[in-house]
T-cell receptor, first 113, second 115 residues
Framework: GAGVSQSPSNKVTEKGKDVELRCDPI?????LYWYRQRLGQGLEFLIY????????KSGLPSDRFSAERTGESVSTLTIQRTQQEDSAVYLC???????????FGPGTRLTVT | AQSVSQHNHHVILSEAASLELGCNYS??????LFWYVQYPGQHLQLLLK??????LVKGIKGFEAEFIKSKFSFNLRKPSVQWSDTAEYFC?????????????FGKGTKLSVIP
């Protein structure tokens, strides 16, 4: 299991519910990114973690979105009070921080009904 | 803020045809440039990247891209496509001076290769 993994692969939730998405980066990768891809759109940056530094949250679309990462391991992206416009594929990527090569996970497809 | 434009939404080619996918970016600073590919049912993979040096970059599977700074372009090329090249291709840029490799993506170009 050398790649980035994400869970769940698919999530259907009702409007107004909270959801939590998980990302397991490649071991040893200090940088972790969350992106989302809405239908017909390119990927949008959400948040970036680098080691123990304060995360770059500049891409989060609203205060309903938050993310955490413990050290250089697992990250969770939480969306509170989900809205239909949150429906998208949420992608996680990790990199060693020196090469700039981002390795992407398979994504979580979130559908808000 | 950076932005990336991929002008072709869907390209359809016959096998052995030559490919060129356009990518233009807008940003005043120094950038790193990437092409990612997503094959059907698979996740995004890095195809090639440009950081500095020779503006003609060669990637996997016979792909290459040329960085033309004066045109703010980083077009992807392949002389002869195969059916297995059917995929969606994304151009992306990052600010090389920012310390973060946060990527700004284009909307993608879907390539369909007909056998």
């Amino acid at each position: 299991g050398a790649g980035v993994s994400q869970s769940p692969s698919n999530k259907v939730t009702e409007k107004g519910k909270d959801v939590e998405l998980r990302c397991d980066p490649i071991s040893g990768h200090t940088a972790l990114y969350w992106y989302r891809q809405r239908l017909g759109q390119g990927l949008e940056f959400l948040i970036y973690f680098q080691g123990n530094s304060a995360p770059d949250k500049s891409g989060l679309p609203s205060d309903r979105f938050s993310a955490e990462r413990t050290g250089e391991s697992v990250s969770t992206l939480t969306i509170q009070r989900t809205q239909q416009e949150d429906s998208a594929v949420y992608l996680c990527a990790s990199s060693s921080g020196t090469s700039g090569d981002e390795y992407f996970g398979p994504g979580t497809r979130l559908t808000v009904t | 803020a950076q932005s990336v434009s991929q002008h072709n939404h869907h390209v359809i080619l016959s096998e052995a045809a030559s490919l060129e996918l356009g990518c233009n970016y807008s940003y005043g600073g120094t950038v790193n440039l990437f092409w990612y590919v997503q094959y059907p049912g698979q996740h995004l993979q890095l195809l090639l990247k440009y950081f500095s040096g020779d503006p003609l970059v060669k990637g996997i599977k016979g792909f290459e891209a040329e960085f033309i700074k004066s045109k703010f372009s980083f077009n992807l090329r392949k002389p002869s496509v195969q059916w297995s090249d059917t995929a969606e291709y994304f151009c992306a840029v990052s600010d090389s001076g920012a310390g973060s490799y946060q990527l700004t993506f284009g909307k993608g170009t879907k390539l369909s290769v007909i056998p």
